[in-house]
């Protein structure tokens, strides 16, 4: 029996007549229209060349279209390529030489700008409404298309990381390990045919892409599909929806609106945050405006999921949780790899099913990242608590070393955090001729304390080495299209700082 991802979708299907995707317009998508429609797909890409292992890269606009081409390309055997909507053409010029794909999707607008990036390979378009070269290679074709047969260790998508620092890596997935996340997501969220979730998240991206669409589809529940987060839309959603997934910036926006309370999220089972860390302020003003905990998780290119405040039981702010079925996650010394007490800081690793392959074309990162035993270096620094749940820290490159003591930002950030006029901040460490690195604060907020201020409340709840040198106001946090703030680029901004 075949592991093809689409193949156990579709032989889980219950209900053909079922709706699997709702949009603004009024149009109602059915599990036998997706199948359908998928088919045709698969054929469109099978006629432009398209064969088994061959790379699909996408660049578009979201629409129920991409997602067809999504498992289109799955069920064509095929890895499918998302990149992100906001890359230049010099970066996806970068991305088409790597990853060589045989097709690359785009958007009809930037056609012309791309056409030099697609480089060798064949070159179609898929605009927001649907319409494009590739749906018209589409038309016409027949329904019928025999899925690819795959097995589970076979590759189904090629994800590349953010490249914050250094070249991007293309994380390989397989089908295997798309399908136990999603399978074990389901189980941890209690998630089935009844659920309707509101899908606001972009989908060139593991969260809106894997989690939110692939436990939507293999639970046979529904989605509402929006093309991009909206305030009156989610509210309109929640009239007769039951899951919203986001990223912290969807929640802080939603208690922005004097809409958000009791009676509007009534309907609504579960609210789910991931992508970037959710202030524990969010999850307490969140519960007393709706009665409801935000549940968080925690994820990565990578792995996709690894670990989720628990469903039913105590959802604890400013954790990410216990491991999902059948992951594995130990807090490990970052030199040896030895597994630590609960407590301790250390390096985040996982191992499960839900695990890469490894990157593409980058045998000596594979090696550097994944041990032997099978346990990915995350690159995160966390801590299990008393209770077993899991603390984030920071990324290991974010650790700062000064005067030879290692400082984790995130406890210096939740300090800050705290204070009145302070609406969010980031604690980085930039070059200290005397120090090595100089303890730096940069804060949000619409009336915040003065440095003195700040380094007042600060003094007595932190030893002095973690004490910041210095104290920086901006109108906002620079951050990448999934709402992580970009650390990398603040200290570019104010490396000169203690010249």
């Known amino acids: 029996m075949s592991d093809n991802l689409f193949d156990i979708l579709a032989r889980g299907i219950t209900d053909p007549e079922a709706t699997a995707i ?15 429609r998928t088919g045709r797909m698969a054929n469109a890409l099978v006629s432009l060349g398209v064969q088994p292992g061959d790379r699909v890269a996408v660049q578009v606009e979201k629409s129920v279209e991409a997602i067809i081409l999504y498992l289109a390309t799955v069920r064509a055997g095929a890895v499918f390529l998302p990149l992100n909507t906001g890359y230049t053409p010099t970066e996806i010029e970068y991305f088409i030489g790597d990853a060589a794909p045989v097709v690359f999707v785009c958007d009809p607008a930037k056609a012309e700008a791309l056409a030099e990036a697609a480089g060798s390979a064949r070159l179609m378009t898929l605009g927001a409404d649907g319409q494009g070269s590739l749906s018209d290679a589409t038309e016409g074709q027949p329904e019928d298309f025999a899925t690819v047969p795959r097995a589970s260790d076979d590759l189904a998508a090629l994800l590349y990381t953010s490249g914050t620092t250094g070249r991007s890596k293309g994380a390989m997935l397989t089908h295997g390990n798309l399908v136990s996340n999603t399978r074990a997501l389901i189980e941890a969220w209690e998630y089935g045919p009844t659920d309707v979730l509101i899908h606001a998240l972009p989908i060139f991206h593991t969260h809106g892409l894997f989690v939110a669409t692939n436990v939507t589809l293999f639970s046979g529940a529904s989605m509402i599909f929006l093309p991009k987060f909206d305030v009156d839309r989610i509210f309109e959603g929640m009239s007769r929806a039951t899951v919203l997934m986001g990223v912290p910036t969807f929640y802080t926006r939603l208690l922005q609106d004097d809409m958000l309370n009791v009676e509007t999220t009534a309907g609504m089972r579960l609210f789910i945050s991931g992508s ?48 999902l079925p059948g992951v594995e996650i130990i807090v490990a010394d970052p030199e040896t790899g030895a597994e630590l007490a609960k407590g301790e800081i250390g390096m985040i690793e996982v191992r499960g099913p839900n695990v890469f392959s ?142």
């Open 276 to 323: 970037a860390p959710l202030l524990a302020d969010t999850h307490r003003e969140w519960r007393e405006r709706t009665g409801h905990a935000i549940l968080e998780r925690y994820g990565m290119t990578e792995t996709n999921m690894n670990a989720s405040n628990p469903y039913r039981g105590d959802r604890v702010a400013g954790t990410v949780g216990m491991p």
């Open 358 to 499: 490894g990157y593409w074309q980058m045998p000596e990162k594979t090696a550097a990242e994944l041990r032997d035993n099978g346990f990915f270096i995350t690159g995160d620094l966390g801590r299990f608590d008393e209770t077993g749940y899991l603390h984030i820290v920071g990324r290991g490159k974010d650790l700062i070393i000064t005067g030879g003591y290692n400082v984790y930002p995130k406890e210096i950030e939740t300090e800050i955090d705290a204070l009145p006029g302070v609406t969010e901040s980031a604690v980085i460490g930039l070059p200290h001729r005397d120090f090595g690195e100089g303890v730096t604060a940069v804060i949000v907020g619409p009336a915040p304390p003065s440095e003195a201020e700040v380094l007042a409340a600060l003094e007595g709840r932190l030893a002095k080495f973690k004490l910041p040198k210095r104290v920086l106001f901006v109108d906002d946090l620079p951050r990448n299209t999934m709402g992580k703030v970009q650390k990398n680029l603040l200290r570019d901004r104010f490396g000169g700082l203690y010249d």
């Open 22 to 36: 709702e949009t603004l317009s009024g149009e109602r998508i059915s599990y036998g229209d997706l199948v359908a």
